[in-house]
C-alpha cells in the first residue's frame, strides 16, 4: 500500500503515511500494483523498537514523521521549547483515529468535531451536552455515575450518556479549541480537570476523587471555601485493554514530561490533565516588604505546584480564580515563597 499524496509505502496496518501524515484511503478495489523499478528495490526497513510515538507509545521507524497508530507527529525535538514544554502533537484536518472496529475522525479546526463511526461491537460514553448529531440507528442511553449527591453541590454531570453502533454520531463542546485525542493503554490511568471530557470509548473506566487543592476566604462572620481547580478531578483508567479518551480544551495546548522530584508552577485553571503520579499543592508568593495582609491581590501570586514525574499539560485560555483577591484565611497544604 502507498500513499497518494507522496508515494510512501505503507504498511497494511497503518491508518496514516508514515511521511507525510496523510490519512490512509482504503478502497474496496483491489490495489494497482506500483511500477516495476529500473532497479531492483532496497530491503524493506523494519520497525526500530526504540523510536516510539511520544504521544501514544506505539513502536515507529525512526525515519517516521508521523504516527500510523494515531496521527501524531513523531520528531518534535525541534519543537520542545528550552523551558521543557512541546506543543500539542499536530494531526491533520480530517485526520482518522481508530479504536476497535470503529474510526474517530476528527474534522475542523477553530471548533472542532469528533465524528464517530461505529461498529455495532463497539461503544462510547460521553456528557450529554456535547451531542452534535447523530444517525437514527445509533442507540443512544444513560449511564448513571455514584455519589450523586456530591457531585450535584460540585457542579459535575449526575450521568453519562452511552451511544451502541452501528452508524455515525457527532461531539462538540461548541467553543473555539482544541480536541485532544489521548490513547490509553492497558494500565495506564490519566486525571483530567473537571468539564474537559468529551468523549472515551468503553474500554475505558471512569472515576472521580477530591483534589484535596482549596483555600478559604472570610467577609465579616462568613466563611467561603474555594477550589482552584474544581472539588473533584475526573480519573479515566484502561485496565485490560487499549481505549481513547477525547478531551476539549481552549486556546493552545502545551505538554511536559516532569522528571523525579521536578516541579514546575502553572496557573491553577490552566490544567488539562496529568498523569496520576505528579502530586499537586498549593505555592503562594508575595514580597516580603511594604505590605504583608494577604487580602491586597496585587501582593500576592497563588499558584499550583506540580511535581514530578509524569506527564501535564496546560491550555493557553484560563479563567480568573475565583476568591483569589480576598482576605485568605485558611488553605490546605502550600508552599510559600518570599520576594
Not at 472570610?218 to 467561603?224: I, L, M, P, W
Amino acid at each position: 500500500m502507498f500513499c497518494v499524496h507522496c508515494g510512501t509505502q505503507i504498511p497494511e496496518s497503518g491508518n496514516f503515511c508514515v511521511s507525510c501524515g496523510s490519512p490512509v484511503k482504503r478502497t474496496s478495489a483491489a490495489p494497482q500494483a506500483p511500477p516495476i523499478p529500473s532497479q531492483p528495490p532496497p530491503a524493506p526497513t523494519s520497525h526500530s523498537a526504540s523510536a516510539k510515538c511520544a504521544w501514544c507509545g506505539n513502536p515507529v521507524d525512526a525515519a517516521q514523521s508521523s504516527c500510523p497508530r494515531c496521527g501524531a507527529a513523531v520528531s518534535l525535538s525541534g519543537a520542545v521549547a528550552e523551558s521543557g514544554w512541546a506543543q500539542l502533537p499536530a494531526r491533520k484536518d480530517m485526520a482518522k483515529l481508530q479504536f476497535g472496529n470503529s474510526f474517530c475522525q476528527v474534522e475542523g479546526l477553530y471548533v472542532p468535531v469528533a465524528d464517530m463511526n461505529l461498529a455495532p461491537e463497539d461503544s462510547i460514553y460521553f456528557t450529554h451536552h456535547v451531542l452534535l448529531w447523530k444517525d437514527p440507528q445509533v442507540n443512544v442511553t444513560t449511564m448513571p455515575l455514584a455519589g450523586g449527591w456530591k457531585r450535584l453541590f460540585a457542579g459535575m454531570p449526575l450521568i453519562m450518556t452511552q451511544a451502541q453502533g452501528p452508524g455515525h454520531i457527532a461531539f462538540s463542546r461548541d467553543l473555539p479549541g482544541e480536541l485532544i485525542p489521548l490513547p490509553l493503554q492497558p494500565g495506564q490511568a490519566i486525571d483530567v480537570r473537571e468539564h474537559l471530557f468529551l468523549v472515551a470509548t468503553a474500554q475505558v473506566q471512569y472515576d472521580w476523587f477530591q483534589t484535596g487543592i482549596w483555600f478559604q476566604t472570610q467577609s465579616g462572620n462568613d466563611t467561603e471555601t474555594h477550589y482552584p481547580i474544581g472539588m473533584f478531578m475526573d480519573r479515566f483508567h484502561a485496565p485490560a485493554a487499549p481505549g481513547l479518551l477525547l478531551l476539549h480544551a481552549g486556546g493552545n495546548i502545551f505538554v511536559r514530561h516532569l522528571g523525579p522530584g521536578e516541579t514546575i508552577l502553572i496557573k491553577p485553571t490552566s490544567l488539562i490533565f496529568k498523569d496520576p503520579s505528579v502530586h499537586m499543592a498549593l505555592h503562594f508568593e508575595r514580597p516580603s516588604t511594604g505590605f504583608s495582609g494577604w487580602g491586597f491581590w496585587s501582593n500576592r501570586y497563588l499558584w499550583l505546584r506540580l511535581t514530578g514525574p509524569g506527564r501535564v499539560a496546560v491550555q493557553s485560555v484560563f479563567e480568573p480564580i475565583e476568591g483569589e483577591a480576598r482576605n485568605i484565611t485558611n488553605f490546605s497544604y502550600a508552599t510559600e515563597q518570599r520576594w
